[in-house]
């Protein structure tokens, strides 16, 4: 069985495409933010101005401001829920990933007096856990730094294993000794280690592919938000209104045209009918 390939900088792309994704939206959070603050003190102003009848516009002005802070609520609890779903499965592979790597001291090496087993197995990053309350795009960068850390550890620790089985079975040979079935039973073995890592593999990849895609599909549905818009909706809807009122006077003044022409014209005759004069 292969041994999977562990690509380290395509895993960390991913995880910071995530995180920019999240920076992303903070700083869009801050701007409606900034914006209610502004709606606030233009309704202050207007409604301290008594003798002018602005209530109409103040009206509008918290209507726009109620939506702007719907607007916010959601995309706030919108990305707290992606990045917490997101840091508790990475922290529960990373969890699981420590818990395997420690296990890998039992791997048979009696014939290897390098130690490189152990050596590696000591470099493994510790696991700490981080309260809801505190995650954000670093801990999350942190967090898969070490994980993909690790990885790359079993990684190198299982193919010292297959250098080692494929030297136990040379030195078997060369001796004479009659251990014919030592490389299935030792692969055997492998075989099960190797499994379980290429699974942690590619259950982070998919992961962070699956998070990297549903955060770009929240920008994207952020960035087409009505209500954030930097265009002034006011001119596009007169834009349209005067354009649609052209459109309806020209179509008025053609059918005007038409009928005038038609006034006292023959129309045209059809077989066994007789001709009819279009009269006032």
């Given at each position: 069985?292969?041994?999977?390939d562990?690509?380290?900088?395509?895993?960390?792309?991913?995880i910071t495409n995530?995180?920019?994704?999240?920076?992303?939206?903070?700083?869009?959070?801050?701007?409606?933010h900034?914006?209610?603050?502004?709606?606030?003190?233009?309704i202050?102003?207007?409604?301290?101005?008594?003798t002018?009848?602005?209530?109409a516009?103040?009206?509008?002005?918290?209507?726009?401001?109620?939506?702007?802070?719907?607007?916010?609520?959601?995309?706030t609890?919108?990305?707290?829920?992606?990045?917490?779903?997101?840091?508790?499965?990475i922290?529960?592979?990373?969890?699981?990933?420590?818990?395997?790597?420690?296990?890998?001291?039992?791997?048979?090496?009696?014939?290897?007096?390098?130690?490189?087993?152990?050596?590696?197995?000591?470099?493994i990053?510790?696991?700490?856990?981080?309260?809801?309350?505190?995650?954000?795009?670093?801990?999350?960068q942190?967090?898969?730094k070490?994980?993909?850390?690790n990885?790359?550890?079993?990684q190198?620790?299982?193919q010292?294993?297959?250098?080692?089985?494929?030297?136990t079975?040379?030195?078997?040979?060369?001796g004479?000794f009659?251990?014919?079935?030592l490389?299935?039973i030792?692969n055997?073995q492998?075989?099960?280690?190797?499994?379980?890592?290429?699974?942690?593999?590619?259950?982070l990849k998919?992961?962070?592919?699956?998070?990297?895609?549903?955060?770009?599909?929240?920008?994207?549905?952020?960035k087409?938000?009505?209500?954030?818009?930097?265009?002034k909706?006011?001119?596009k809807?007169?834009?349209?209104?005067s354009?649609t009122?052209?459109?309806?006077?020209?179509e008025?003044r053609?059918?005007n045209?038409?009928?005038?022409k038609?006034?006292?014209?023959?129309?045209?005759?059809?077989?066994?009918a007789?001709?009819?004069?279009?009269?006032e």
């Amino acid at each position: 069985m292969n041994i999977y390939d562990l690509d380290g900088d395509y895993f960390l792309k991913l995880i910071t495409n995530v995180t920019r994704c999240f920076a992303f939206t903070d700083d869009k959070t801050k701007q409606i933010h900034d914006k209610i603050a502004k709606i606030k003190k233009i309704i202050d102003k207007f409604s301290s101005k008594k003798t002018l009848k602005l209530s109409a516009c103040i009206d509008n002005l918290k209507c726009q401001m109620f939506l702007l802070a719907n607007e916010q609520k959601y995309i706030t609890n919108t990305q707290n829920i992606i990045m917490k779903r997101l840091y508790h499965g990475i922290y529960e592979l990373t969890e699981n990933v420590t818990l395997f790597a420690s296990s890998l001291d039992n791997i048979n090496e009696e014939y290897d007096d390098t130690n490189k087993t152990q050596d590696l197995i000591k470099k493994i990053s510790p696991l700490k856990k981080t309260d809801d309350k505190h995650v954000n795009a670093q801990v999350l960068q942190s967090l898969v730094k070490a994980l993909i850390h690790n990885l790359s550890l079993i990684q190198s620790i299982l193919q010292h294993f297959n250098d080692f089985i494929n030297r136990t079975e040379t030195k078997m040979m060369k001796g004479n000794f009659h251990c014919g079935n030592l490389k299935t039973i030792l692969n055997n073995q492998k075989n099960h280690l190797v499994l379980e890592y290429n699974n942690y593999c590619r259950c982070l990849k998919g992961m962070l592919c699956y998070f990297d895609e549903i955060s770009q599909k929240s920008i994207d549905n952020l960035k087409n938000i009505p209500i954030l818009k930097s265009e002034k909706f006011t001119e596009k809807t007169n834009k349209k209104l005067s354009s649609t009122d052209i459109q309806k006077k020209s179509e008025k003044r053609v059918n005007n045209e038409t009928t005038e022409k038609t006034k006292g014209t023959p129309c045209k005759t059809t077989k066994n009918a007789l001709p009819t004069i279009i009269i006032e």
